[in-house]
């Protein structure tokens, strides 16, 4: 079996494809295993190979390493975050947990960056979280209120500044916070594939059937051989529920994405010439908007539960009429046909939007369930488990574990019942800003 994502990611074909793809043709063993190339697969396999340079390190993946979720995403790296249900006064403290460890993030794919020389678009822009509706201004209020008090610079502002800065007047009010970092997610992803060490074997294509322990080794089953590991690190995010890991604290939702062609100078200078920006929703179900540094504009306005293994042509192509939809409601003038490529991704959620990080049984580690905060989060995760697998503690660790559990999930049919209702009360909630 194979995860059949589509090829259309914008962010992925901005790159050159790579060769010498090798998959598991033939039984292996190995001191390490790591299941998932992602973000916090290979910084799992940079952390491991470090420590452990004389150990035999093997990173698996069922699609081509970095062309998941790691490099379909939108392209934030965020030190806060609005839709995590923790920005009310008496949940300070809980929400102080969570931007410490989202700051950690930043901090760690920064190092990355600088260590290793990688262009991946970095903009320290900051982002807006912005609606077109006036009374979410109190939200917007109560949440820089929460923000001050921690210390995050932010600012209100309303349609006539917005206009002027985004080049659209479809929103009536935003936050503008400082911290906010705008990126190329597949550029940075495939720059960790690039800084893996020599004793990491990296295997592709390679579909994990099962896994199962054995006294003091794990054996893991492939759609084309077996390998037998002392220790194993599961790092496939929205799709540890699959694999059977902590299945009662998470769940995937499939998200589709657009991105237009590079804007005109005529088309641009229709819209303002705005710089570089990021918009976040204020609603759950709202449109997250980017307009990039070569000037295309992407929207993802869908979240849902779906087959998470596949989304086919037809489905890509109703969903990408809704993100025209989203397009023309905020840059009218533009041409109807400007959308070039749409895509999907996974997205790992649980319950209180926190996040996976454990030893699950004597040998075997997992860190996931980012909740849309992947970039940061998965990079360091990936590095922290890395070190507690090794036997080793470091603040970061510590801080890590300090945050909220991830809360208990019901089984499904409930689960998938519950879920459903959610996502279509939340779509009607933000039905204006899709």
């Known amino acids: 079996m194979n995860i059949k994502n589509d090829n259309k990611c914008a962010w992925i074909n901005d ?4 060769k010498n793809i090798k998959t598991l043709t033939k039984n292996e063993i190995c001191d390490w295993l790591v299941v998932g190339a992602g973000f916090t697969g290979l910084s799992a396999a940079r952390k491991l190979a470090q420590l452990n340079p004389n150990k035999n390190i093997l990173v698996v993946d069922a699609q081509l390493a970095g062309e998941g979720a790691s490099g379909r995403n939108s392209g934030y790296l965020v030190d806060t975050t609005l839709n995590d249900g923790f920005s009310s006064n008496k949940e300070l403290k809980n929400y102080k947990k969570k931007t410490d460890v989202y700051g950690l993030g930043v901090i760690s794919v920064r190092n990355f960056i600088k260590e290793y020389q990688v262009d991946c678009d970095w903009n320290e822009s900051g982002k807006f979280f912005a609606s077109s509706k006036f009374e979410d201004r109190k939200i917007l209020k109560n949440f820089s209120n929460t923000l001050s008090k921690l210390g995050y610079e932010n600012n209100l502002l309303e349609k006539e500044e ?6 659209t007047s479809f929103y009536n009010t935003a936050l503008y916070t400082k911290g906010g970092i705008l990126l190329h997610p597949a550029k940075l992803v495939r720059s960790m594939i690039n800084a893996l060490p020599n004793n990491v074997k990296l295997l592709e294509n390679s579909f994990l059937l099962s896994w199962f322990s054995i006294k003091d080794y794990i054996s893991c089953n492939f759609d084309n051989g077996k ?9 496939t995010n929205g799709y540890l529920k699959s694999l059977g890991i902590k299945v009662n604290y998470n769940f995937p939702l499939t998200l589709t994405a657009s991105m237009t062609r590079p804007l005109t100078e005529v088309e641009f200078e229709t819209i303002g010439k705005p710089d570089e920006w990021g918009i976040l929703p204020v609603k759950p179900m709202g449109a997250t908007i980017r307009l990039t540094k070569d000037k295309r504009i992407l929207i993802r306005n869908t979240a ?8 086919s042509k037809e489905d890509l192509k109703k969903r990408s009429i809704m993100q025209k939809i989203g397009i023309k409601k905020r840059f009218p003038k533009l041409p109807d046909n400007i959308i070039q490529t749409t895509w999907s991704g996974i997205v790992s959620r649980t319950r209180n939007s926190s996040q996976i990080f454990e030893k699950i049984k004597d040998n075997v580690y997992v860190a996931g369930g980012y909740n849309g905060s992947g970039i940061g989060v998965g990079t360091l995760f990936g590095e922290q488990i890395a070190i ?20 208990w999930l019901p089984p499904d ?22």
């Open 15 to 18: 790159l050159k494809p790579r």
């Open 162 to 167: 917005l206009s002027k800065t985004l080049g």
């Open 227 to 235: 390998i037998t590991t002392k220790k194993i690190i599961f790092a």
């Open 304 to 311: 849902e539960l779906y087959n998470s293994f596949h989304m």
């Open 388 to 407: 507690k697998a090794s036997n080793e503690n470091t603040k970061e660790i510590e801080t890590i574990e300090a945050r909220n559990k991830p809360t």
């Open 413 to 434: 049919p409930i689960l998938s019942l519950g879920v459903r209702s959610r996502l279509i009360y939340e779509r009607f909630r933000a039905k204006s800003e899709i």
